[in-house]
């Protein structure tokens, strides 16, 4: 059953919500390829969820550092955490076992919790300085800073 976007899960920060977005498109990109149980077609799907979601994590993890969110660290920790379960799941598809209904149920749970849960409780100090942020474009901009975060892992 596809994951549907609802507004529940809007933090208000418009380049957030994009992101989380994209990650539901790709979450429901597994199912097409389950139903035809194309083994390579999942694998792509889930190594682009994965570059993406990483992406996005540092992403965000530069906005809470650029505006000093006091629970930058253990934000980061969940991240890590959700990481190491997708990189499990891959792992278990590779190696042939049908994983694919089970990470879809995980993944809408665990993107629906986070975001309304860890997402939505730096929104009041992220949110204001979001829009600053990624308007910076000159060198040492948000996109720069987020690689560096991204290059850490």
Request: one cysteine or more; hydrophobic letters at 40%.
């Amino acid at each position: 059953m596809a994951m549907v976007w609802t507004s529940d899960l809007n933090t208000g920060i418009d380049v957030i919500d994009r992101q989380h977005q994209r990650i539901v498109d790709y979450i429901n990109q597994l199912e097409d390829p389950a139903t035809r149980a194309d083994h390579q077609a999942i694998s792509r799907v889930l190594e682009d969820l994965a570059d993406y979601t990483l992406s996005h994590f540092a992403f965000e993890e530069s906005l809470q550092e650029e505006v000093g969110y006091q629970y930058a660290k253990p934000h980061k920790a969940v991240h890590d955490m959700f990481i190491k379960r997708l990189t499990s799941y891959q792992h278990r598809h590779d190696a042939g076992e049908p994983v694919v209904e089970q990470l879809h149920a995980m993944l809408c749970t665990w993107l629906t919790h986070h975001i309304k849960r860890d997402d939505m409780a730096y929104v009041a100090e992220v949110g204001a300085k979001a829009k600053q942020v990624t308007e910076d474009r000159k060198e040492g901009g948000w996109f720069s800073r987020a690689m560096k975060v991204f290059r850490k892992r």
